[in-house]
């Protein structure tokens, strides 16, 4: 597997399992009620989900500016 599409597929799980543990919440008692630390987990979760979704953003740019300049 390209390590491109291990560090995107990563990014996907974890932006899911985000979701997940959300959902979750609302169907543990206290019903409709987050606490506080689900809240943190999913925070960290998408933000590192999206960090990772910007680093591949990131080295995508900078090979096709290198790919440019070589066919020029």
Known sequence: MHKMQIQLTMAVLL??????LLFLAFLIAPQGEIH???LVAFGE???FAGAL???DYTYKVKERKKEN???N
């Open 45 to 47: 979760m998408s933000t």
């Open 69 to 71: 300049e070589n066919k």
């Open 53 to 55: 979704f910007g680093v």
């Open 36 to 38: 506080q630390s689900v």
């Open 15 to 20: 932006t899911v399992a985000g979701l997940v």
